[in-house]
């Protein structure tokens, strides 16, 4: 733990058998210019639409995205979901059985089952009661092998922003890499990190085409960090690891932000009515307020509602067995009829 602002050599870093590695070269890596007849990649020489491979760097996509974001493209990695970022992160900077990640409890879950894929140790410390950093227990709990520390802001489940100004004392003095997880900054109020990557040599910062893009089943994750951040990331990447019609739904979403933004728009005005609505039952004790497309509550009987709501066809998450979230029930922002048909049938209840 050092007290002056970290400038983070990616190097020391590192795990080493990576760092020495000779990353595979692709067809599409040796050669990436236009030419006529393309006898380098074993690919079915017929015509249909997708015989041949698709851009292992997906230039386009990136171009798209950091023209708008007005960060530079070798900035950005993309994965298969944000939980191939994860999963690389952790595979290129802990050394398995030997390193660890820290995350917050509670938390989105895929940091520790990455970490535990990959045999490198989860060190874990509670939120404070209103769901926000403790920037004393983080720095205690910190140690010579925690690597990398996952901080979700706006966090799943609680919903709830951390606080900018911890987050940043987190980013100046730990030693290691801070990924900050913003799967649904869209929906906050606050702004993003991302600006903050000319500051921060060890900041990243995760986004998802998930969520606000509507876009769950197409995977699409982003990854925005240093240069030689993502120079490591795509080093041990699969080859091709997004595919073209991944690649040009994406390409089609981004001309039409719009229509995210819209979408946007109209779950955040649901969400703040469903928050005034929930607090009205008399089974609702608590409503967490939310910066993100879902909703904590805390009800008397989290089993309870739970298993009625699905007897009437509606399915919650019940969160009840995660830390602070006792009795806690996560419920996702519907459309404007689905949530009335979920408060009346609470009422009911
Ligand atoms: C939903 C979610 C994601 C998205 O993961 P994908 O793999 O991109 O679908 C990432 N982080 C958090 C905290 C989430 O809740």
Redesign the pocket.
Known sequence: MRQKQVVLDINTLIRKNILNMKPYSSARDEFNGKADIYLDANENPFPSSYNRYPDPLQFQVKEEICRYEGIKSSQLFLGN???EAIDLLIRAFCEPNKDSILVTEPT?GMYRICAEVNAVNVQHILLTHDFDLDLDTFLKSVTNSTKIVFL?SPN?PTGKLLGRERIEAVLKQFNGLVVI?E?YIDFASSKSFLEALSTYSNLVV?R?F??AWGL?GL?L?LCFASEEIIAVLNKIKHPYNISSTTQELALEALKNRVTKENWVKEVVQERDRLTIELKSLPQVQHVFPSDANFILVRVTDAHRVYNYLMTQGIIVRNRSSVALCFNCLRITVGTHKENKRLIQAIKEL
């Open positions: 979901g944000s939980d989105y979700c799943n997880d799967a995760l998802t998930s969520k769950a995977r994750g």
